[in-house]
């Protein structure tokens, strides 16, 4: 029988769970626990995990369907598709794609109508120092601020827009344009109401260009705004991987960000499966926001 233990981290987010042995199938009991512990702690650390991609896999899929990452075909493992390989190790003898993923602040897929669910990270290699990911908690991101501010975001919706992810200019023009084909701007609500736990999280980020029906210039610093109050130190936890890290976490109520805080000869490789989140937000056609220009224009036309 297993004993599971599970110890807090952060004070805002993270827990770690140690007394279960993830090659194992899970049994009805530690499931539950798991999940409990999940929607309390919002990303889980199990240490110690040697999973190979099949055994990744399985345990993944004990907590939903896999993504194939048919969003970002290029970057997955060939020979398993619901493994996508972050990592800085050369691929095909050239410097890998996914070296620089998830530097801003992001929600993974959230440039799709299909945001992940969850999404599990297995260190497999690490440099010496750093490489450290950030998660922060959208409930309390939502929870603290004021009343007049949940009432004006409440129906505000954000467009996130795939070429807004850092670094992708880096990466193999032909696989970008690929990308951008394959994800057009999708708008979300910024207020989600989290399907199990009935709570309301913020739904944000750096991957977006702007609100619906807003001008650039009305949505910069309302973004800026909430994007900072969102990645507040408060609600922040920062982890620091060991090898054999195996890390889930709740898309649905997160924020997270991958830190360029090491050497770049050193090799960090891991390895992410995602687990299918509902159908939710819409494609962004555009062409109802009044720029600053048309407002003049309008007041021209008019005085
Ligand atoms: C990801 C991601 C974080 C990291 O795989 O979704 O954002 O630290 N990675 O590699
Ligand atoms: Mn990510």
Known sequence: MNRIAITPLGFAVGAQVT???????????SRQAL???????????FPGQD??????IAFSAQFGTLEQNDFQPHYRDPAHPEILLVTNRKM???????????????????????????????????????GDTMWANMYLAYETLSPKMQAFIESLEAIHDVSLIKGIEQRDPEKVADMKRRNPPVAHAVVKTHPDTGRKALFLGQR????????????????????????????????RWSVNDLV???????????????????TRHMTRTSILGELSGYYYKGGDDLGRESVL??????S
């Open 208 to 239: 977006i260009r702007g609100f619906v029906g807003f001008s650039e210039e009305e949505s910069a610093p309302i973004l800026r705004f909430l994007n900072e109050h969102a990645t507040s130190s408060e609600f922040v936890y920062r982890h």
């Open 51 to 56: 999973l190979d991609a099949a055994q990744q």
């Open 248 to 266: 889930m976490w709740d898309n649905r109520c997160l924020l997270h960000v991958a830190l360029p805080d090491f050497d770049q000869t050193k």
């Open 92 to 130: 095909d003898g050239k410097p890998s794609e996914t070296r620089n993923t998830g530097r801003n602040w992001h929600t993974d897929l959230s440039y799709t109508t299909r945001p992940a669910k969850a999404s599990l990270l297995l260190c497999k290699e690490k440099p010496p120092i750093g």
């Open 297 to 302: 224009q309008a007041i021209a036309a008019v």
């Open 19 to 29: 007394g279960l042995d993830l090659r194992e199938p899970l049994d009805d009991v």
């Open 35 to 45: 999940l409990q512990a999940w929607h309390k702690h919002l990303v889980l650390v």
